[in-house]
C-alpha cells in the first residue's frame, strides 16, 4: 500500500490565485481530514469526510471548499489564495469503528505571496 | 477531550532509553492516551495508544499510573531517527465521526550520538 498521497509537495501562489491540493489513500478508509500546520499552533483541522459524498468542516474551515466523490480521493481547494493560507497541510485518514490510528500524509507546503 | 501537559523538550543519549512523560490528570474513564511522533517536515505518525494498562508494540512501551493522571512512553533504545516532536493525546473512542486529533505543542525529543 502507497498510505495516503498528497501532491505536490511543494507550491507558491499569487494572492487570488486558486488551486486544489490533492490527497489520495488507498486503505479503503472511510474517514478522511484536512489539517493545517503553522509554526507553534499545532495541527489544526480543516474539513472532515466520514464517507463518500459526506464532508463537514473543522475548526478553521474559511477559505477552503472539499468535496469527496470516491472513498479513496478527498482534494482540498483554496478558491482565492490569502497570505494567512501560507502553511503546511497535511491529509490524513483512518478506518471504521473503533480505531484510532490515523494515518497522515507527508504534506503540502504552500507559500502565499 | 481531556488537557494534557508536556515538557517543550528533552534530550536522550542515542541508545538510551527515552522516557517522555505526560500528565492528564482531568483524564476521563472512557479517555484514551495516544502517542503520535513528528519528524522534521513529515506528517505525523501513530505510536501507541492505552487505556488502563501498560501496552507495549515494535516501536514503545506505554506506561499509564494507575490513577491514569499521567503516562509516559518509553522508546527503549532511542536511535538518532527518533528525534521528534512527539505528542500525547487525550481522547475518547466514542465511535462515530471521530475525526479529529487535538496536537498540543508535544515534547521536542533530541537524540544525540
Known amino acids: 500500500n502507497a498510505g495516503v498521497t498528497q501532491t505536490p509537495k511543494f507550491q507558491v501562489l499569487k494572492t487570488g490565485q486558486s488551486m486544489t491540493l490533492q490527497c489520495a489513500q488507498d486503505m479503503n478508509h472511510e474517514y478522511m481530514s484536512w489539517y493545517r500546520q503553522d509554526p507553534g499552533m499545532g495541527l489544526r483541522l480543516i474539513h472532515y469526510s466520514v464517507g463518500a459524498g459526506i464532508t463537514d468542516q473543522g475548526e478553521v474551515p474559511n477559505g477552503y471548499n472539499v468535496s469527496r466523490s470516491t472513498t479513496e480521493d478527498f482534494p482540498l481547494r483554496l478558491l482565492s489564495a490569502a497570505p494567512s493560507q501560507t502553511s503546511v497541510y497535511f491529509c490524513?485518514?483512518?478506518?471504521?469503528?473503533?480505531?484510532?490510528?490515523?494515518?497522515f500524509g507527508p504534506g503540502t507546503r504552500l507559500t502565499v505571496t | 477531550d481531556a488537557k494534557t501537559t508536556q515538557p517543550t523538550s528533552m534530550d536522550c543519549a542515542e541508545g538510551r532509553a527515552a522516557n517522555l512523560p505526560c500528565n492528564h490528570s482531568?483524564?476521563?474513564?472512557?479517555?484514551?492516551v495516544y502517542w503520535y511522533r513528528q519528524i522534521h517536515s513529515q506528517g505525523p505518525q501513530y505510536i501507541i495508544h492505552?487505556?488502563?494498562n501498560n501496552e507495549t508494540n515494535e516501536m514503545a512501551s506505554l506506561i499509564i499510573t494507575e490513577d491514569r493522571k499521567s503516562s509516559t512512553l518509553i522508546l527503549p533504545h532511542a536511535t538518532l531517527r527518533d528525534t521528534a516532536v512527539y505528542y500525547c493525546?487525550?481522547?475518547?473512542?466514542?465511535?462515530?465521526?471521530?475525526?479529529?486529533?487535538?496536537f498540543g505543542k508535544g515534547t521536542l525529543l533530541t537524540v544525540n550520538p
Open positions: 492505552g487505556l488502563k
Open positions: 482531568t483524564i476521563s474513564g472512557n479517555e484514551y
Open positions: 493525546i487525550v481522547r475518547a473512542n466514542s465511535g462515530g465521526s471521530n475525526y479529529k486529533l487535538t
Open positions: 490524513a485518514s483512518r478506518g471504521a469503528g473503533f480505531v484510532y490510528e490515523q494515518y
